[in-house]
């Protein structure tokens, strides 16, 4: 039976569609053994090192390397090792192209100097130079340097804990207008440390808090080699206030008057909450003694002296916030002057007949160096009338030598000498007005006497 050829054309494809299944099917390597074998590659050889560079045998020793070591702060820098790098001069041997450097005294000294270098940078606490042997291969004795470092401490954190009478913002515009205010990222400083525990002190002392403590604190922190955390603790302890004032030695004035001259430091009184009179204020004490020094001298006690106050404890409060105190204060009046000779010395401008009559003081008057002072303020005026705008004064005393007469001692006598400096004339060279966008010069210029 014969096929049509519609049924041919069917078997033919199935035939077709048959053999590709079965070639897939076929393993590989059956498929390709018609094929020659390729030859089996031997394994790659592993890296071979290097050969290392070393020096012609039996050359002198050489400095091999230069290492930057961190021992004491696990091995970590917080500055970049580029900068320390900067300050060390002395290379070590370049293998690669060949230059070998000669480990010799020169070479001893160019590190010393670099050792110096570094140190003055003031970035480290610590610095050692070690020197290792490290022979090449050949027997050549390499030199291998180590500067092992410790870094300095630096700030990240600075407060200030327990300040409550002394605002933390006014310690610091303090700080900074003394130059001593810390700033953060900077290396914690041991004496500028000091310096403002001591201002911190003193601003409490101007407060009335004169047994303030003020205690740094240093503290590492966690989030990086030598970064720390400064405090200052403070104690503010109790406000002293003055109950009352004595002065010991004393006669020619009394306390009182003595007292009424003292402005800073004086006795609580009844309107003292309003004025904040009262509290000992231990800087402004000298203010206060240059005034009472000046009382007695404008009454002839050129020799007076005022000593340091003593501060007597008389009771605490019982919450011990305030502590009363006497203050003593020591007086030497010395004797009372009066004046002796009265003359000039220096003036060739103005003779010291005009002179003297500016100073209202003659001889056998007590000393009194208010008049003085004043004298001298006529007398630069009546010199800088005459273009004498450089002209200086000063007193010069000296005590007489007391001779006894009549068996009492003679009376205590001063000769006062006028030293003056006159200085050079100047004249007006030309005048010119400055800022005057509504007034005309020729309108100024006639209201001046010059």
């Given at each position: 039976?014969?096929?049509?050829?519609?049924d041919?054309?069917?078997?033919?494809?199935?035939?077709?569609?048959?053999?590709?299944?079965?070639?897939?099917?076929?393993?590989?390597?059956?498929?390709?053994?018609?094929a020659?074998a390729?030859?089996?590659?031997?394994?790659a050889?592993?890296d071979?090192?290097?050969?290392?560079?070393?020096p012609?045998?039996?050359?002198p020793?050489?400095?091999?390397?230069?290492?930057?070591?961190?021992s004491?702060?696990?091995?970590?820098?917080?500055?970049?090792?580029?900068?320390?790098?900067?300050?060390?001069?002395?290379?070590?041997?370049?293998?690669?192209?060949?230059?070998?450097?000669?480990?010799?005294?020169?070479?001893?000294?160019?590190?010393?100097?670099?050792?110096r270098?570094?140190?003055?940078?003031?970035?480290?606490?610590?610095?050692?130079l070690?020197?290792?042997?490290?022979?090449?291969?050949?027997?050549?004795?390499?030199?291998?340097?180590?500067f092992?470092?410790?870094?300095?401490?630096?700030?990240?954190?600075?407060?200030?804990?327990?300040?409550?009478?002394?605002?933390?913002?006014?310690?610091?515009?303090?700080?900074?207008?003394?130059?001593?205010?810390?700033?953060?990222?900077?290396?914690?400083?041991?004496?500028?440390?000091?310096?403002?525990?001591?201002?911190?002190?003193?601003?409490?002392?101007?407060q009335?808090?004169?047994?303030?403590?003020?205690?740094?604190?240093?503290?590492?922190?966690?989030?990086?080699?030598?970064?720390?955390?400064?405090t200052?603790?403070?104690?503010?302890?109790?406000?002293?206030l003055?109950?009352?004032?004595?002065?010991?030695?004393?006669?020619?004035?009394?306390?009182?008057?003595?007292?009424?001259?003292?402005?800073?430091?004086?006795?609580?009184?009844?309107?003292?909450?309003?004025?904040?009179?009262?509290?000992?204020?231990?800087?402004?004490?000298?203010?206060?003694?240059?005034?009472?020094?000046?009382y007695?001298?404008?009454?002839?006690?050129?020799?007076?002296?005022?000593?340091?106050?003593?501060?007597?404890?008389?009771r605490?409060?019982?919450?011990?916030?305030?502590?009363?105190?006497q203050?003593?204060?020591?007086?030497?009046?010395?004797?009372?002057?009066?004046?002796?000779?009265?003359?000039?010395?220096?003036?060739?401008?103005?003779?010291?007949e005009?002179l003297?009559?500016?100073?209202?003081?003659?001889?056998?008057?007590y000393?009194?160096?208010?008049?003085?002072?004043?004298?001298?303020?006529?007398?630069?005026?009546l010199?800088?009338?005459?273009?004498?705008?450089?002209?200086?004064?000063?007193?010069?005393?000296?005590?007489?030598?007391?001779?006894?007469?009549n068996?009492?001692?003679?009376?205590?006598?001063?000769?006062?000498?006028?030293?003056?400096?006159?200085?050079k004339?100047?004249?007006?060279?030309?005048?010119?007005?400055?800022?005057?966008?509504?007034?005309?010069?020729?309108?100024?210029?006639?209201?001046?006497?010059?």
């Amino acid at each position: 039976m014969r096929l049509r050829s519609a049924d041919e054309a069917v078997i033919r494809r199935d035939v077709l569609l048959l053999l590709s299944l079965v070639w897939l099917l076929v393993p590989v390597a059956a498929r390709g053994q018609s094929a020659p074998a390729r030859a089996a590659q031997p394994p790659a050889a592993p890296d071979q090192p290097a050969p290392v560079r070393q020096p012609p045998a039996g050359s002198p020793p050489v400095l091999r390397a230069i290492e930057l070591a961190f021992s004491k702060q696990g091995g970590v820098s917080a500055i970049d090792p580029e900068t320390y790098l900067y300050y060390i001069r002395t290379q070590p041997s370049r293998p690669s192209a060949g230059v070998w450097v000669p480990w010799n005294e020169q070479t001893e000294k160019s590190l010393l100097e670099d050792y110096r270098r570094l140190w003055n940078t003031n970035f480290l606490e610590d610095l050692t130079l070690e020197v290792r042997d490290a022979p090449y291969p050949n027997g050549v004795v390499g030199k291998h340097v180590i500067f092992d470092m410790e870094e300095r401490q630096r700030v990240k954190i600075v407060d200030y804990v327990g300040a409550r009478r002394v605002d933390q913002t006014k310690i610091e515009e303090r700080l900074r207008e003394k130059n001593a205010y810390i700033r953060l990222d900077s290396f914690i400083d041991p004496g500028l440390v000091q310096r403002v525990r001591t201002i911190v002190r003193e601003m409490y002392a101007e407060q009335g808090y004169l047994y303030a403590k003020v205690t740094p604190e240093i503290k590492e922190l966690p989030g990086g080699p030598k970064l720390v955390h400064l405090t200052f603790r403070i104690e503010e302890g109790p406000k002293v206030l003055i109950s009352d004032i004595e002065f010991v030695g004393n006669r020619a004035v009394s306390d009182g008057k003595l007292e009424s001259r003292m402005k800073e430091n004086k006795a609580r009184g009844l309107f003292s909450f309003i004025t904040g009179g009262g509290t000992y204020k231990e800087a402004k004490f000298d203010e206060d003694v240059q005034k009472i020094l000046e009382y007695y001298r404008e009454r002839g006690y050129i020799a007076a002296r005022v000593g340091q106050p003593e501060l007597k404890v008389l009771r605490d409060t019982d919450e011990g916030r305030t502590r009363w105190v006497q203050l003593r204060i020591p007086v030497t009046e010395g004797e009372r002057y009066r004046v002796g000779e009265f003359r000039f010395e220096g003036n060739t401008v103005v003779k010291s007949e005009i002179l003297r009559p500016l100073f209202k003081l003659k001889t056998g008057d007590y000393y009194s160096e208010k008049r003085i002072r004043k004298g001298l303020e006529k007398a630069q005026e009546l010199y800088g009338t005459g273009g004498y705008f450089e002209f200086t004064a000063y007193p010069d005393l000296q005590l007489r030598a007391r001779a006894a007469g009549n068996g009492r001692p003679a009376a205590p006598v001063v000769d006062v000498t006028m030293r003056l400096q006159e200085g050079k004339q100047y004249f007006v060279n030309r005048i010119t007005f400055v800022g005057n966008t509504t007034t005309r010069d020729n309108v100024i210029r006639r209201e001046l006497r010059l």
